[in-house]
């Protein structure tokens, strides 16, 4: 991405909205990453410092736990190889994240993900462009004919 002389902000990518899903994005010029577990529980990892004007590569890279469907994890905010912020995702829906959300890029369609902000929160910025990395998690027998059966509560296994 590229920042323009006076900062940015807006949404960079994000997937659901009110009532569940995650969002990454500029707010105030600072990167921030919010995880809604359906509106019972809501995750921010943000950097501290405004970003420079000049073009930049954020990351937002999540370790999920071992051991199941429903699980948390640990998310790394990092910007141009440096980290700028890290927190503890204690759960994430093991299932859908919403069925009237979208894939949103550069702005947000739907609802908020956060009250952080108010739609469509177009980035102000240069998005050049968004790498999704989906590296497979190894379930178990179980957890998969879980998944498959569709016996999956928001944020654990029944």
Partial sequence: MEIPKGGAEGM???????FSGWGLYLLKGKPVFHYN????????????DKLAPGKHT??????YD??????????TLLVDGNKVGQGRIERTLAFRL???????????????????YRVPFKFTGTLAKVVIDLTPESLTAEDQQRLH???VAIGMAR
Avoid: M, N, Q, W
């Avoid at 577990?37 to 501290?48: D, E, F, H, N, Q």
């Fill in 12 to 18: 960079l990518l994000t997937h659901g909205g009110r």
């Fill in 37 to 48: 577990l359906a509106g019972v529980a809501r995750y921010t990892i943000a950097a501290k």
């Fill in 58 to 63: 954020i990351v937002f890279d999540f370790k």
């Fill in 66 to 75: 071992d051991g199941g469907l429903g699980k948390g994890g640990t998310g």
């Fill in 98 to 116: 919403s069925l009237d959300e979208t894939l949103d890029c550069g702005e947000d369609t739907g609802t908020p993900i956060s009250e952080d």
């Fill in 149 to 151: 059966e569709g016996k």
